[in-house]
C-alpha cells in the first residue's frame, strides 16, 4: 500500500487513517461555538424565512432531530434558499477569536504517521477559518466538507413551495417513515459517512473516527468505523472508545501509541485540500 510505504507502517498496524470531525471535537464546546451557531440558525429562519418566532423552537428541534441537520430539514420540508447565502449568514457571524491555537494538538497531530482527513457537515469557508484559528490548517490530508457532499443549489425564482407540517405531524402521531426526504447529503446518514469514506478513499476497517455527537458516532460504528466519543466520559452504544478530551487521545487509546514513532513531525505542505477529494 502506498500509504504504509510513505510512513514506513507494517500491515500489521491496526488503523492507517484517523478521521475528525471539526467543531466541538477538535475544540472545545466551552468557546460558545455552537450555542451562537444554534442562534443564527434560528434568526435566518425568521429573518430570511420569514418563520414565525414563536414557532422557531419546536420547528427547529425536530428538524435537528429527523434529519441530522436543521439546514437539511427546512430542505426537506419544502424551504428553498442558497446554500452559500445560508451558510454566509450561519457562519459569517460566529465569534472565531473565541476559538484558540492549540500547539499541544498541532504537536500530537503531527506526530502521528496516519492519514488524518476531516469530515465536517459545514461548508468549506467556516472549516478553514476554524482551522486557521486553531493552527492546524497544515495538519490534515484534506476535508470533507458540506460542498464536496452537496451540489451548489441557488434559490428558485418561484415562492410558491408548499411547506410540509412537521409539527402537525407528530401531533398527529404519524411515522417517521413518511416524512419528506431531504436532498442534502450530511451525517447522521450513513450514506452520507459511506460517500465520504469514498471519497476520501477511506477503509473504514482501518479507521478510527473521532467525533462528539453521540448519534454520527453511532452512524459510524454502522458503516465499520471504529469510533471515538470526544468531550464525555461514558461510553454510550456504538463508541469504541471515549475521550473527555482531544489531547488525551495517545493515552486512551492503545493503538497509537503503538503507532507512535521518534520521527520527524508528519505534516502536509501548503494549505489543506479543502473540498476537493482526498486519496491515499
Do not use: W
Not at 148 to 153: E, G, S, V, Y
Request: proline share 5%.
Amino acid at each position: 500500500m502506498e500509504f504504509e510505504n510513505r510512513y514506513g507502517l507494517t500491515t500489521t498496524q491496526k488503523y492507517d487513517c484517523l478521521l475528525f470531525d471539526l467543531d466541538d471535537t477538535l475544540y472545545p464546546l466551552s468557546t460558545g461555538i455552537a450555542r451562537e451557531c444554534g442562534q443564527n440558525i434560528k434568526d435566518y429562519m425568521v429573518e430570511e424565512l420569514g418563520i414565525p418566532k414563536d414557532k422557531i423552537v419546536e420547528l427547529s428541534n425536530l428538524l435537528y432531530k429527523n434529519y441530522g441537520t436543521t439546514m437539511a430539514g427546512l430542505r426537506a420540508i419544502g424551504y428553498d434558499f442558497d446554500y452559500d447565502e445560508y451558510h454566509s449568514f450561519v457562519h459569517g457571524r460566529l465569534p472565531y477569536d473565541n476559538i484558540k491555537p492549540d500547539p499541544v494538538l498541532r504537536s500530537l497531530l503531527l506526530s502521528l504517521p496516519l492519514r488524518k482527513v476531516i469530515f465536517t457537515n459545514a461548508d468549506r469557508v467556516h472549516a478553514a477559518k476554524a482551522l486557521k484559528r486553531l493552527g492546524l490548517e497544515d495538519c490534515f490530508e484534506g476535508i470533507i466538507c458540506f460542498e464536496t457532499l452537496n451540489p451548489t443549489h441557488a434559490k428558485a425564482a418561484s415562492e410558491n413551495t408548499e411547506v410540509f407540517d412537521i409539527v402537525g405531524h407528530f401531533d398527529r402521531s404519524e411515522p417517521v417513515s413518511l416524512l419528506p426526504k431531504t436532498p442534502i447529503v450530511c451525517k447522521p446518514s450513513d450514506s452520507a459517512i459511506e460517500k465520504a469514506l469514498e471519497i476520501a478513499n477511506i477503509d473504514p476497517n482501518r479507521t478510527l473516527f473521532f467525533e462528539d455527537s453521540v448519534r454520527n458516532v453511532q452512524a459510524g460504528k454502522r458503516v465499520g468505523l471504529d469510533t471515538v466519543l470526544v468531550g464525555s466520559s461514558n461510553k454510550v452504544k456504538g463508541a469504541d472508545y471515549v475521550l473527555e478530551n482531544i489531547h488525551n487521545m495517545k493515552e486512551a487509546l492503545p493503538e497509537l501509541r503503538k503507532s507512535d514513532r521518534k520521527s520527524a513531525d508528519v505534516g502536509y505542505s501548503g494549505k489543506v485540500a479543502v473540498e476537493t477529494p482526498v486519496t491515499a
